[in-house]
């Protein structure tokens, strides 16, 4: 039922365009921002969301124009995904099918009505009516620059007869400590984004860049006013609503074995492992050969997401100094003990740059997670323990 009637509200709003007869808003008409708290079920709802309602009760209209639609089944979806072709849509549904929606995960829904003029309401009506054509509604996503929050603060933006003031906020902050406030409560989301997010996500974002997060956005139209070309100004929300209460939720605990707890116990495991071989004067090949693998594998997707992915701030990333698909070779040199000659080289080479990192990470302009340099370590004394087994002739 809520995929025919989705379609039969598609359908009219096609019909509206192909007969260029838009629907003439009447003056009971509102539009509003509509902003849905965050909450903790999936990945993609931890930043909560934005978008946007129609309402005419003259016209019969309640619609909701949705710029966060995207598709599991596509074709290669993780792929794109990863190399960042996503390719999100606006959709445009009844209102009460996502305040349903809110109130079953637990999401807070607050509206915010847009203090605008009846020409105002009626360009913006009309160039959401457009975008949701079959033809406009698929967009390129782009989590900082172009998403479900960025592209109803740009309609906005666009069709309001002035120029719309925003109160300075403030506080400044990175993107990295903007977006790890949303994930604060999974440190290994928190981990892998540290991870692969390069050095661009630690520049300081502009108050109008921040509205990439929709509790951000809802804040700065909060205290927006608009400066009209008479010199006259109006505020820019003219009335806030609350149309769901925020579950009341127990606070997440964070899981006993977070990134920082499981780098530590790798890295004891490798000073046991080390230790022993000391004091025995042997060697376990197959420690190297798997720690090197697995840092190998982790390299190819970091390679990935730096030079391949469109991604934006992947690229450059300081990680990559440890983490590199050339680790595969190196675990391949240590497998084979014809090759010793050749992993001596890569050893020492390696020992070499991950010592230069581990003194210069306090004066990187990239964020350093806590649980990095405890697996920093683990290479790092592995090739500085082969260095001086070379010296022992230890086999």
Same mark, same amino acid.
């Given at each position: ?254 899981? &006993?074995? %977070?990134?920082? $707890? ?5 890295? =004891? *495991?490798?000073? !046991? ?5 000391? #004091? ?78 581990? &003194?210069? %990470?306090?004066? $990187? ?5 806590? =649980? *990095?340099?405890? !697996? ?5 004394? #592995? ?13």
């Amino acid at each position: 039922m809520k995929r025919f009637r989705i379609l039969l509200f598609l359908f009219l709003l096609y019909g509206m365009a192909v007969h260029a007869k838009p629907l003439v808003l009447s003056e009971a008409a509102e539009i509003s921002l509509l902003t849905s708290t965050p909450i903790d079920d999936r990945v993609y709802t931890l930043y909560g969301h934005t978008s946007v309602r129609v309402h005419d009760p003259q016209q019969n209209v309640d619609l909701l124009f949705n710029y966060g639609i995207f598709s599991f089944d596509k074709p290669n979806f993780i792929y794109r995904f990863a190399k960042g072709e996503t390719d999100y849509m606006l959709e445009a549904y009844p209102l009460q099918d996502f305040v349903i929606e809110c109130q079953i995960r637990g999401s807070g829904l607050t509206e915010q009505v847009l203090n605008f003029t009846q020409a105002e309401k009626q360009a913006l009506w009309e160039a959401l009516v457009e975008n949701a054509q079959p033809e406009n509604r698929v967009y390129r996503y782009n989590f900082f620059f172009d998403n479900c929050a960025t592209r109803p603060a740009v309609l906005v933006e666009k069709y309001t007869q002035g120029k719309i003031d925003y109160a300075d906020p403030g506080e400044r902050h990175t993107f990295r400590e903007l977006i790890n406030y949303c994930t604060r409560n999974h440190p290994w989301l928190t981990f892998g984004c540290d991870l692969v997010l390069g050095s661009p996500t630690d520049r300081e974002a502009t108050p109008h860049e921040e509205f990439f997060l929709p509790q951000y956005l809802e804040r700065a139209f909060a205290k927006a006013t608009i400066l009209q070309p008479d010199g006259s100004t109006r505020p820019l929300v003219k009335a806030t609503r609350t149309l769901t209460e925020e579950a009341t939720r127990e606070t997440s605990e964070k899981p &006993l074995f %977070t990134p920082l $707890v499981c780098s530590l116990f790798l890295l =004891a *495991f490798v000073l !046991l492992v080390t230790w022993t071989e000391r #004091r025995k004067k042997t060697y376990y090949r197959w420690v190297d050969v798997l720690l090197f693998s697995i840092a190998g594998l982790c390299g190819i997707v970091l390679f990935f997401l730096s030079f391949i992915s469109v991604h934006p701030s992947m690229w450059p990333n300081v990680w990559l100094i440890w983490l590199h698909p050339l680790h595969l070779a190196g675990a391949f040199f240590f497998m084979v003990k014809k090759l010793n000659k050749a992993a001596y080289f890569y050893h020492f080479i390696n020992f070499a740059a991950l010592t230069l990192l581990l &003194l210069g %990470t306090g004066f $990187v302009s990239q964020h350093v997670n806590e =649980a *990095f340099i405890p !697996l920093i370590l683990c290479l790092w004394i #592995r090739s500085g323990y082969s260095l001086i087994r070379k010296k022992w002739n230890i086999e």
